[in-house]
């Protein structure tokens, strides 16, 4: 049946005009209300007022207009049930054909920072989701437009179909509205929620916006979709500008945020986080972003190959220049100055060059969300790393070693548990990871078959380009092992894993405390000679 009649009321005014222009064109009565009536009339196109429709004017701000039975019984009317069509006549209503509306901006409002409650509230639509809502429900029917994207499909489909649109296409249309509608409603929740001091807590809303298909998932026979929330407030992975490269896979998003998590703990100097399954296989700061590239490119010169990397500051030239034969999959930077852009789309026609869309920001306390197989959880951001620094060992952790445990803490945190990180102060005030052991079921696998192995493998090779002169090579680990500290996330159930680290000649351990068998480890430690922090915190990472 032809569109005869429709309903315009839009705050997002992108190509209105046009599309208001061509269903007068096509014999389209048109209704509006307030700035769009206004719009389209200063446009030269006739528009009726919806306060003329209804018989009733305008009240409250504005706030009623569009609640009316002559509205909504337009929309929701049953087209040819008897005692629908006789209603109708009986108290003169007329059928509403199509619906183009989109909401009030609440979700860009409040994402301003100190928005006023009232402001907010003033944001919030509702007779536009009614609107909508009721448009959408009768789509057997009627025709509902809420992204500016569709319009050229809905005229394109009115020019090939008598001026009506098909079924299939009011359906697709319908859902989007109903999606439209409960992410705004999940906007409203969350905002309100956010302003809550309650005991308990609010329900958990989720909305995201169109997914992106993706190549596949984790594996190339899993078929995969990325949702990007709506209103991220920081620098996040699923809001980068791809500068050059291939388009970004399953994979390539989870190291990346894994990456981007991890060096923001670093933000405020030069800084890169090498990322590798999920884990930093490297993580340093440097004086400069090229010296810290290196420095953590050199925490595992063999895993770093095809790995993601995330920086904190804009990218230099020197820097790129620091990936020269390297193959990286992914860079993820706040930046990039022109000649190391053009150096690095040089390097690989497929490298991935995003730039973060906001300033990268330390980690803040939000919410956390992770799916298991019916059900989600949710649980507080680790933001926190200490919150004590005690030492229980004879051996006195020296204070010019608090800076480089801090560090370690920043790096074990971004380690999968069983989490170990060896760290070394590479030259003066500057960290990296030297070693590290993640994943594993027991921790004393993870502090002697990875972390220290590791390390070793990279004092080796510090070894070749070091003035090693009058030292053999044990003595050179050695002393470069016995400046280093090692970092676990949990607490050390048994003494084996001192033992363990006084075999590889570890001096300063930092770790949680909080195992029955602390006594022992402490013992333990004092035995060896061994300086111990206890920082209060864990950082299980699973």
């Not at 706030?63 to 040819?80: C, F, N, Q, S």
């Not at 509403?96 to 639509?125: H, K, M």
């Not at 008598?162 to 705004?184: H, I, N, S, W």
Request: overall charge neutral; aromatic content about 6%.
């Amino acid at each position: 049946m032809k569109i005869q009649r429709a309903l315009i009321s839009v705050s997002d005014k992108t190509g209105i005009v046009e599309f208001a222009r061509a269903l007068t064109a096509m014999g389209v009565e048109l209704l509006s209300t307030g700035g769009t009536a206004k719009s389209l009339r200063e446009a030269g196109v006739a528009v009726r007022e919806v306060s003329d429709f209804t018989g009733f004017p305008e009240m409250l701000d504005g706030r009623v207009k569009t609640l009316h039975p002559k509205i909504h019984a337009g929309l929701l009317y049953l087209r040819g049930q008897p005692d629908h069509e006789a209603t109708m006549t009986k108290h003169g209503l007329l059928p509403i054909d199509l619906v183009c509306v989109n909401l009030y901006p609440f979700e860009s409002t409040v994402a301003r920072d100190g928005v006023p409650l009232w402001e907010a509230v003033e944001q919030i639509d509702i007779g536009g989701p009614s609107m909508l809502r009721s448009a959408a429900k009768n789509h057997a029917a009627v025709t509902v437009v809420t992204d500016p994207s569709d319009y050229a499909r809905v005229l394109d489909q009115m020019r090939g179909h008598g001026g009506d649109t098909t079924p299939a296409l009011r359906m697709e249309l319908a859902q989007k509205v109903f999606a439209r509608t409960a992410a705004y409603d999940a906007a409203i929740s969350r905002f309100l929620a956010n302003r809550l001091d309650a005991s308990t807590p609010p329900p958990l809303v989720l909305s995201a916006g169109d997914p992106v298909k993706l190549r596949y998932g984790e594996n190339p026979h899993q078929e995969a979709l990325f949702y990007r929330e709506p209103d991220p407030r920081a620098a996040c992975i699923a809001r980068v500008e791809i500068l050059h490269g291939k388009d970004m896979s399953y994979n390539n998003y989870l190291d990346g945020d894994a990456a981007l998590e991890a060096v923001r703990e670093l933000c405020g100097a030069p800084a890169a986080a090498v990322i590798k399954h999920s884990n930093p296989c490297g993580y340093a700061t440097g004086r400069t972003l090229a010296a810290a590239l290196a420095a953590a490119w050199d925490g595992d010169p063999v895993s770093s190959f095809g790995s993601v990397i995330a920086v904190t500051v804009p990218f230099s030239l020197e820097a790129a220049q620091v990936l020269k034969g390297r193959f990286v999959e992914a860079l993820i930077a706040p930046d990039y100055e022109p000649d190391a852009l053009e150096f690095l789309k040089a390097k690989s026609k497929d490298l991935r060059i995003l730039k973060l869309n906001r300033p990268l920001t330390p980690p803040v306390r939000d919410r956390v969300l992770r799916q298991v197989h019916g059900g989600i959880l949710v649980q507080d951001r680790d933001v926190m790393e200490m919150e004590q620094w005690v030492i229980p060992t004879e051996a006195l952790f020296p204070e010019e070693k608090r800076a480089l445990a801090e560090f370690g803490i920043r790096a074990c945190k971004h380690i999968k548990s069983n989490a170990i990180a060896i760290v070394r102060e590479y030259e003066p005030g500057q960290f990296a990871l030297l070693g590290m052991g993640a994943g594993q079921p027991n921790r004393v696998d993870a502090l002697r078959k990875l972390a220290v192995a590791k390390a070793r493998e990279n004092i080796a090779l510090l070894a070749k380009h070091a003035s090693t002169y009058g030292q053999s090579p044990k003595e050179f680990e050695c002393r470069v092992m016995g400046e280093c500290a090692l970092v676990s996330d949990a607490f050390f159930p048994f003494a084996d894993n001192i033992e363990a680290a006084a075999e590889a000649g570890i001096r300063y351990i930092v770790q949680p405390g909080g195992s029955k068998k602390d006594e022992e480890v402490i013992a333990a430690c004092d035995k060896y000679g061994i300086a111990m922090a206890v920082t209060g915190v864990r950082h299980f990472r699973h």
